[in-house]
């Protein structure tokens, strides 16, 4: 399944961060605790590298405790400091990270008698949860949410201290979806919108690597009998075992496959991480090529 997607407000975004980074102290990257590889983006990490940055994996309460903890050891193992969070009860941790971070710079400022207000830019590719921390952090509505990318078109600050500031930015894919695994996982998470891809063809494919890695979860939740179907037969099988019959007990597929991926994204078939570190290329991209 190709995924090529690259919307015009992704390289306007992409022009505005370069613009911005100069104005802040501290660079907030998050990423989905359930594609800890796949969520982060090197063009982004190659832009950010000379700043002071701490990296989130967000959605924590949806991922594999374990292979968290084994992403953040490897993270950690690179010198990156880097924290898990349920975004709807550890957002406020998250502050004690940035004022590590953005300690050197307050110190300096400190020194000259300034009293200084640190600002913070949170980036990330879209549907990672980037204004929903926001607002936690605010405590309350301030940065739009939406379950789909792309709802954040604009830069905007918002102050959730007396003495820091924080950017919502867009959210910055890479500039080609060369990489077909990487693609196919962040349409999994609605990082892509799904009106841009094959979703019959996607749910299929998250069934089948589902079924790999929590092969009773799949069982359980759709109700299949037999988890060595493949294709279209997989999608009768969810139809069959859920009852999304159409007049005439037509398998409604189009519903099925909405099901699928919307109680994946929403964790209902348990904690599921997918991608380990075993079995991924797990290093920061060399800085041999122009941002």
């Known amino acids: 399944m190709e995924i090529n997607w690259y919307p015009g407000h992704m390289a306007?975004?992409?022009?505005?961060?370069?613009?911005?980074?100069?104005?802040?102290?501290?660079?907030?990257?998050?990423?989905?605790?359930?594609l800890p590889y796949s969520s982060r983006n090197p063009d982004l990490i190659r832009l950010i590298e000379k700043k002071q940055r701490v990296l989130i994996l967000?959605?924590?309460?949806?991922?594999?405790?374990?292979?968290?903890?084994?992403?953040?050891?490897?993270?950690?193992?690179?010198?990156?400091?880097?924290?898990?969070?349920?975004?709807?009860?550890?957002?406020?941790?998250?502050?004690?990270?940035?004022?590590?971070?953005?300690?050197?710079?307050?110190?300096?400022?400190?020194?000259?008698?300034?009293?200084?207000?640190?600002?913070?830019?949170?980036?990330?590719?879209?549907?990672?949860?980037?204004?929903?921390?926001?607002?936690?952090?605010?405590?309350?509505?301030?940065?739009?949410?939406?379950?789909?990318?792309?709802?954040?078109?604009?830069n905007q600050w918002v102050?959730?201290?007396?003495?820091?500031e924080i950017m919502d930015t867009p959210g910055l894919l890479w500039p080609r979806l060369d990489d077909p695994l990487a693609a196919r996982r962040l349409a999994y998470i609605a990082a892509i919108r799904d009106e841009v891809v094959d979703t019959a063809a996607l749910s299929i494919q998250l069934l089948i690597d589902l079924i790999e890695m929590a092969p009773k979860a799949v069982e359980e939740r759709f109700k299949i009998k037999d988890l060595s179907l493949r294709g279209p037969d997989l999608l009768d099988a969810v139809c069959k075992g859920r009852g999304f019959?159409?007049?005439?007990?037509?398998?409604?597929?189009?519903?099925?496959?909405?099901?699928?991926?919307?109680?994946?994204?929403?964790?209902?078939?348990?904690?599921?991480?997918?991608?380990?570190?075993?079995?991924?290329?797990?290093?920061e991209p060399e800085n041999d090529q122009e941002a």
């Open 245 to 283: 019959l159409m007049k005439g007990g037509i398998f409604d597929t189009e519903r099925a496959c909405k099901v699928i991926l919307d109680e994946f994204r929403g964790g209902k078939l348990g904690r599921i991480t997918l991608e380990s570190p075993r079995k991924e290329a797990v290093k």
């Open 159 to 164: 102050k959730v201290s007396p003495y820091l």
């Open 12 to 34: 306007r975004a992409k022009r505005l961060l370069s613009d911005q980074l100069s104005r802040v102290d501290v660079v907030i990257e998050l990423c989905d605790a359930r």
């Open 58 to 154: 967000g959605k924590s309460d949806l991922a594999d405790p374990k292979m968290t903890d084994q992403w953040l050891n490897i993270f950690r193992g690179q010198g990156i400091a880097c924290q898990a969070l349920d975004m709807n009860k550890q957002a406020k941790n998250a502050l004690g990270m940035i004022d590590k971070a953005a300690r050197e710079t307050v110190e300096r400022a400190a020194q000259r008698g300034i009293k200084k207000t640190v600002r913070a830019m949170i980036v990330g590719v879209p549907n990672v949860g980037k204004s929903t921390l926001i607002n936690r952090l605010h405590g309350g509505a301030i940065a739009k949410v939406g379950d789909m990318p792309g709802v954040t078109r604009a």
